[in-house]
């Protein structure tokens, strides 16, 4: 079975600041997938970035950035340059493939203040 | 645009009264999935259509039911809705890997009164 796990209930980063969201999970594949998912306050869910897990290197989309540690199954997300559009839930995710099902973290709600 | 459309935005149906959500999508993707998110939690998958093939979740009550007339569409049908079956109703879609991440709807949010 796959576990996802985000320890931060709720966060909150001043405009322009730069703020990290923790993830961990646990699989016992080899090949995998990572996401951020960003639910704004009764709007869609949108895909903010993805990890394949035998990728090395750290996925990168204009602001936002991953810091990816398969060997301690660690999968943070950093935005730069918070801007209020920011504000909005956020959902760490792992598919292993198998029977190819999202599994989802309990979310991280980010505030952007000014 | 490609996309994932979810009809009604917002359903009111009566305790025990037969309601059916509906999603679409034109981005010929494979699998499709029903969640259920309540307020300030995680979605959770009720069950996912591969292609023609049904797979439905061990926990998702027999309540709930879902048929997939083609590729494009997928229903969502709740017998007799009670008041814990008040959420919101997300559907999504993928390739058959799933590796490029799912694509949601904007869901549908069911009241039952």
């Known amino acids: 079975a796959q576990t996802v796990t985000q320890s931060q209930p709720e966060m909150s980063v001043q405009e322009a600041e730069t703020v990290t969201l923790s993830c961990t999970y646990d699989?016992?594949?080899?090949?995998?997938?990572l996401f951020w998912y960003k639910q704004p306050p009764s709007r869609q869910m949108i895909l903010v970035i993805r990890?394949?897990?035998?990728?090395?290197q750290n996925a990168t989309e204009n602001r936002f950035s991953v810091n990816f540690q398969k060997a301690a199954k660690s999968f943070s997300l950093k935005i730069s340059d918070s801007q209020l559009g920011d504000t909005a839930m956020y959902f760490c995710?792992?598919?292993?493939?198998?029977?190819?099902?999202?599994?989802f973290g309990t979310g991280t709600r980010l505030q952007v203040t000014l | 645009d490609a996309m994932v459309i979810q009809n009604p935005r917002y359903q009111v149906t009566q305790f025990g009264k037969p309601v059916t959500l509906s999603c679409s999508q034109t981005?010929?993707?494979?699998?499709m999935y029903w969640y259920q998110q309540k307020s300030s939690q995680a979605p959770k998958l009720l069950f996912h259509?591969?292609?023609?093939?049904?797979?439905n979740e061990a926990d998702t009550p027999d309540n709930f039911q879902s048929r997939r007339p083609n590729t494009s569409f997928c229903f969502l049908d709740i017998r007799s809705p009670g008041l814990g079956d008040a959420a919101m109703y997300l559907c999504?879609?993928?390739?058959?890997?799933?590796?490029?991440?799912?694509?949601f709807g904007s869901g549908t949010r069911l009241t039952v009164v």
């Open positions: 699989t016992s594949e080899s090949n995998y997938y």
């Open positions: 995710a792992l598919d292993t493939g198998t029977a190819s099902k999202l599994t």
């Open positions: 990890q394949e897990a035998y990728k090395q």
């Open positions: 259509y591969y292609d023609k093939d049904f797979n």
């Open positions: 999504a879609t993928s390739t058959r890997t799933g590796a490029d991440g799912y694509t």
């Open positions: 981005l010929n993707h494979n699998v």
